[in-house]
């Protein structure tokens, strides 16, 4: 097998400005759509780490430039590195993306994070952790971890295990997507503004960061909108969703699946069974496991847990899904996040 790809040294993955009381961070990996390197993860928990007690700071920042917000880690980076023997890199960039994670929920500054554009993997554990999270018409989020033969990790399992009934389950086993809108509904984010305004909610946020005001919530508030659900939306469906996915096992959350489609057409339930049959079996029995155990888990547990288990997915103890389907589609010549392949087509149709 032969791998091709080589990478060329990146500058300015992670813009910085400081103004007037305003941290802003930009992750500017556009073309790759922001996906995460380990010079960016540094970057961005060093200038945290930096302006964290500085009396002058008020408020942070953080946006994505283009199509995305960020898609998670750049596996495909990972992967060279690996190859050329240097195994103990993965797990130190990931301990640092999850140190990451941590200092954003426990930070000592508001932090705002515009999440406009495509969010998983990485990218959710990172913005879930903030102050305000502001998506748009344009946001798309989904875990779709289980069908690479991984899990939902980087602490996300908690957040999903605090979703209304059991959609955390229904979206952890299945990969299914959430817009902006769904987001909110559910509390995963905070406000809702149109991507026409977040230029001007950003000029805003930093005048009010000049004036040293801490009333941050009100600035947003002046551009936040109540969306309506989309017809299709998960959130329509709890009902069927807790019916289903408050089954015990994997095996019968898929039976009770089978059966409620039985006597539905609904489109949504047959998506659901043909992602769960693809999936990985091992990973969605620890998923279910690990959502449910997340419930009475903290967020460093969580995060703590996610580490280590990761860890053997990344040698291989649990199975060898993971690294296949990671090879496969390196050997293939995917530049970008080989997560993202079916995620990114659907962003293309929204």
Known sequence: MTFRHSFEPEQNQVLVEMEAGMLKMTLNRPRHLNSLTHQMVSQLKNTLQEHEFDPKLKLVLIKGNGKAFC????????IQVILAGNWSYSG??????????YLVSIYNKPLVFFVNGAVMGGGAGLC???TFRV????????????????????????????LPGHLGEFLGLTGTKLDGADMLF??????????????QLESELRI????????????????????????????????TINNCFSRNTVEQILFSLENEGANNEDKWIAKAIDSIKLASPTSLKLTLKIIRESRSKTLKECLARDYLMAMHFGVGTVN????????????????CVFMCFSFISMCNKK
């Open 186 to 199: 559910v509390g995963l984010a905070s406000h809702f503004v149109p991507s026409k305004d977040l230029e």
């Open 71 to 78: 898609v998670g880690g750049d596996v495909t980076r990972l």
């Open 135 to 162: 998506v748009t018409e344009k946001t798309v989020f989904a875990m779709p971890e289980v069908s690479i033969g991984l899990f939902p990790d980087v602490g996300v399992s908690y957040f999903l295990s605090r």
């Open 92 to 101: 130190l960039f990931y301990r640092k993306q999850l140190m990451l994670d």
């Open 320 to 335: 060898d899904d993971f690294l296949e389907v990671l090879f496969f589609f390196y050997s293939l010549g995917y530049i």
């Open 208 to 239: 009010a960061a000049s004036n040293g005001t801490q009333l941050i919530a009100e600035v947003i508030n002046k551009f936040a909108k109540v969306p309506n659900l989309k017809t299709s939306s998960p959130c329509n469906r709890i009902e």
């Open 128 to 130: 879930l952790n903030g």
